[in-house]
């Protein structure tokens, strides 16, 4: 029997897929932000306010939603400014290039890639840093490439257990890539007990190479 649900991967680099529930779930994040210019009946929708009609005034403080932030965002216009979250700046850097394996990225925040990536749609003098950081040529960089050697190696070495504590320290992007770890492994193993006739390759695989091909041929 299909799938009544065919996941669709999260975008790439500050491109975002709308048909991603991963995408979708990670435009809900907040930024700390300031309006610099009065914001009318948004009091609402920014937890500032009561009444439908009410509007932010010049100056406050915000919490704003990724996908409302990039909408209100015009580098002509004053209309909000948006601070990086503490994960991005340079203090938190320090620590990723120091041991990126020592911090629990579901914690700091569960889309700490792809997040991390729309970030650099905002005008911010550690954007360069913060790409070096996460990406380079859309290609995640020197954080995931820290972290996954370790995830890899914890996906191969856990048959049959409960990998619970595994994956709590991982960010959205980190888990997926631990469960193909694990199903590689799993195949395997029914492979090897003769339980499957040939061994397949991971859709992520084969959307990736997909994608690679588009990417030549254009």
Request: net charge negative; hydrophobic share 40%; with cysteine.
């Amino acid at each position: 029997m299909s799938d009544s649900y065919f996941p669709v991967g999260p975008g790439l680099g500050m491109e975002e897929n709308f048909l991603s529930l991963d995408d979708i779930l990670m435009s809900q994040e907040k930024l700390p932000g300031r309006a610099e210019s009065a914001l009318p009946r948004l009091a609402v929708l920014l937890g500032q306010g009561a009444g439908s009609a009410e509007s932010v005034p010049e100056g406050s403080k915000l919490e704003i939603p990724l996908w409302l932030a990039k909408g209100l965002h015009d580098s002509k216009r004053r209309i909000i400014s948006v601070e990086l979250p503490k994960i991005y700046k340079e203090a938190w850097r320090t620590v990723f290039s120091a041991d990126a394996n020592v911090v629990d990225l579901h914690k700091m925040g569960p889309y700490y890639y792809g997040f991390g990536s729309q970030l650099l749609n905002f005008e911010n003098p550690e954007n360069p840093e913060i790409a070096q950081t996460i990406l380079q040529a859309s290609i995640l960089n020197q954080t995931f490439i820290a972290r996954f050697r370790r995830i890899m190696d914890s996906s191969q070495n856990a048959y049959n257990e409960d990998t619970s504590a595994l994956v709590a320290r991982l960010d959205e992007l980190e888990r997926a890539l631990f469960q193909v770890g694990q199903k590689g492994l799993n195949d395997f193993q029914c492979w090897e007990k003769g339980q499957a006739s040939q061994i397949t390759a991971s859709s992520l695989v084969q959307n990736y190479g997909k994608r690679k091909l588009t990417e030549v041929d254009g």
